[in-house]
């Protein structure tokens, strides 16, 4: 198995690092981790979208800080969700693809932690690992196996309950039980995961919404046209993946996804804005630490591609905003690149707990208080191993800079990609193979497998 986590050293871990650091009597925050599924950087009003408004996700940018470069280090749901559970990266985990979701046993979540330190924990949502996360402790659970549907849910309440069909829209049942949750008067500090269907395929509406955008234009991407031209300068690897607009029933235009797909988000800002309701209603909200983010990244219409999974920008960036007031200034903004595996080391601290170890992520603390330490990341390391599988994307990885990227399908025919994204923000411009980049590549090539060996990567040489 792709991993090399010490079962030991993981329980040992867990029992070590419980205690809280903070002084005696110190209130904890309370900790909300919202997270959609598929929803790109730019799919929320703050970040600029000209025709989707999420006024409640933007009230989280208004009051906290809205970091412009988050990105995930496996554009794909389960390796995703587990890296942001353990702080872990996929190839030691172990959840490196969608089929094989299982996070074995001793590997502790950041909510094992967070229970042993005296937190009351939920999960509320999809959390699409095996088992539906049934498998660990919870203070509540209301859950579902799967990809779950949009309308008339089967959701079991309790990992021993059984599934039982809710009259609905997915999300609006999800969250008003996580209200109901929330509300409960309680002597201990909470953390609740409340993690949405949406926007994930076949982005049905919430039936308030059937006509929403029904006159709104939906503009082609810049890229749009280029793969009917054989997407110049990219590899086979890219022009060949089985991810076109048009070419399945459900994804027939990009106006009409598009449309679909920013309805599903209209939904759960409102479901975040009930959640806010509840939290200042309740006296609990400026004593919640509150993360928004994405499992991964999403094409709409770049390349005329849909889905995720590819190293290119719209798969790789994802939301992220935090409120807290405590500790942040209100309309922060932070620019330098943060990663999925970054919000359990944070949550840790921010619960006063000494961060494991094991942990590849680093705590956002330092940032939140608008700090920029020096020796922040100025790299890191991405990977993709899902193939063959939906959407035919070969296994490839890659490093990202602050400047450039460079994507190495690794696999026979072995394909390369490299892009200069101050220039080329579009990545139109493959500059690999050019003679005035060959020393760039063996700089990246380089410090490629020095993140692979630093990361713990097991199939290193």
Known sequence: MMRCFLKVVG?????????????????????????????????????????????HMDRLAREGMHFRNMFVTNSLCAPSRATLLTGLYS?????????????????PLVSDYLRQAGYEVAFCGKSHVAGALRDRAWDYYFGYRGQGSYMNPRIAEGTKAQDVEYTGYMDDIVTDKAIQWLRQRRTKPFCLFLWFKAPHRPWTRAP?????FQDVIIPKPPTYDLRALGSPGKPRAFHEADNRIGSFPDVPSL????KDYYATLVAVDENVGKVLDALKE???????????????????????AFDKRFMHEPSIRVPLLVRYPPLIRPGSTCDLMVLNLDIAPTMLELAGIAV???????SLVPLLRGLSPKDWRTDWLYEYYEYPGPHSVRKHRGIRTERYKYIHYYEPPEEFELYDL??????????????????LVRTLRQRLEELRRQTRDPEVK
């Open 11 to 55: 329980l040992t871990l867990l029992a070590m690092s419980t205690t809280p650091r903070c002084g005696h009597g110190a209130e904890r925050p309370n900790l909300i981790v919202f997270m959609t599924d598929d929803q790109r950087a730019d799919a929320l009003s703050c970040a600029g979208n000209r025709i989707l408004k999420t006024p």
């Open 91 to 107: 190839h030691v985990h172990g959840v490196i693809d969608n089929k094989n979701r299982s996070i074995p046993a001793d590997i």
């Open 208 to 212: 308030r919404h059937a006509g929403l």
């Open 255 to 258: 106006e009409r996804f598009v």
């Open 282 to 304: 309740t006296g609990q909200l400026d004593k919640t630490a509150i993360f928004y983010t994405s499992d991964n990244g999403f094409f709409l219409g770049e390349w005329q």
């Open 356 to 362: 494991p170890q094991p942990m590849q992520g680093r």
């Open 422 to 439: 101050q220039n080329d923000p579009e990545e139109r411009h493959n500059l690999y193979g050019k003679p005035e980049s060959q020393a």
